[in-house]
T-cell receptor, first 118, second 116 residues
Framework: GAVVSQHPSRVICKSGTSVKIECRSL??????MFWYRQFPKQSLMLMAT?????????EQGVEKDKFLINHASLTLSTLTVTSAHPEDSSFYIC??????????????FGDGTRLSIL | GDSVTQMEGPVTLSEEAFLTINCTYT??????LFWYVQYPGEGLQLLLK?????DKGSNKGFEATYRKETTSFHLEKGSVQVSDSAVYFC???????????????FGQGTILTVHP
C-alpha cells in the first residue's frame, strides 16, 4: 500500500536550534501534503497545507516564519522549526494526498516526529 | 465550520467485550468520513472509511455506518482484543465546493485500553 516516510522519528536538541523534518511519499506523487501538530493526549491540529511549486497555506494562528515549509518536489515536503524553544516540543505528523485519487479520499500519514527542545 | 465530536474517553474494556465509540459531525454538504487508529508513538493508520450516506466501512472486525439523518459515524467491534488498544480518531473530509475541500477535520480522539 501507499507509504509515507517521515524522518527523523525523534529529535532532541538545544533551545535556539533549527530542526528540519522531512516527509516523503514513497510510491506515489503528492502535490499536496499536510503538516499536523499533536500535543500529548490531544487531537491533531492542522498547521499548514504544503503545495508543490507554490507557497504553503498556513492555518490561523500558525507562525509562518517559525514553521517554514518547502515542497520542493512531488514526493518531498520539509518542515523547518526555526530557532526552536521548549514550547515547540511536540509530536509533528505529516500526511500526503495521492495525486491519482479524488481529494476527499484518505490521506496517508507518516509515523511522526517527536521533537524535544531542551 | 466543520467539526467532529467523539465520545469522551478513555474507554477500558475486557478482551472479547463489545466496543462502541460514538462520533458525530457537523459539515455542509456530504463529507467523507474516516476512522483512523494511532498506536503508541506512531502516526495514524486508516482503519475504515465511508464516502456517502448509508455506506458501511469495515476492516479488521471494526465497522461504522455513515448516518446522514443523525450525522453520525459510530465505530463498533463485536469482540475486542488486547492488540486493539490504541487511540481512535474520527475524521471528516469536506467534499468539493467548499474552501475546506480535501482537508481533514479530526475529533479529539478516544483512548481504548483492552485488558486480558
Amino acid at each position: 500500500g501507499a507509504v509515507v516516510s517521515q524522518h527523523p522519528s525523534r529529535v532532541i536538541c538545544k533551545s535556539g536550534t533549527s530542526v528540519k523534518i522531512e516527509c516523503r511519499s514513497l510510491d506515489f506523487q503528492a502535490t499536496t501534503m499536510f503538516w499536523y501538530r499533536q500535543f500529548p493526549k490531544q487531537s491533531l491540529m492542522l498547521m499548514a497545507t504544503s503545495n508543490e511549486g507554490s507557497k504553503a497555506t498556513y492555518e490561523q494562528g500558525v507562525e509562518k516564519d517559525k514553521f517554514l515549509i518547502n515542497h520542493a518536489s512531488l514526493t518531498l515536503s520539509t518542515l523547518t522549526v526555526t530557532s526552536a524553544h521548549p514550547e515547540d516540543s511536540s509530536f509533528y505528523i505529516c500526511s500526503a494526498r495521492d495525486d491519482r485519487l479524488p481529494s476527499n479520499q484518505p490521506q496517508h500519514f507518516g509515523d511522526g516526529t517527536r521533537l524535544s527542545i531542551l | 465550520g466543520d467539526s467532529v465530536t467523539q465520545m469522551e474517553g478513555p474507554v477500558t474494556l475486557s478482551e472479547e467485550a463489545f466496543l462502541t465509540i460514538n462520533c458525530t459531525y457537523t459539515a455542509t454538504g456530504y463529507p467523507s468520513l474516516f476512522w483512523y487508529v494511532q498506536y503508541p508513538g506512531e502516526g495514524l493508520q486508516l482503519l475504515l472509511k465511508a464516502t456517502k450516506a448509508d455506506d458501511k466501512g469495515s476492516n479488521k472486525g471494526f465497522e461504522a455506518t455513515y448516518r446522514k439523518e443523525t450525522t453520525s459515524f459510530h465505530l463498533e467491534k463485536g469482540s475486542v482484543q488486547v492488540s486493539d488498544s490504541a487511540v481512535y480518531f474520527c475524521a471528516l473530509s469536506a467534499n468539493a465546493g467548499g474552501t475546506s475541500y480535501g482537508k481533514l477535520t479530526f475529533g479529539q480522539g478516544t483512548i481504548l485500553t483492552v485488558h486480558p
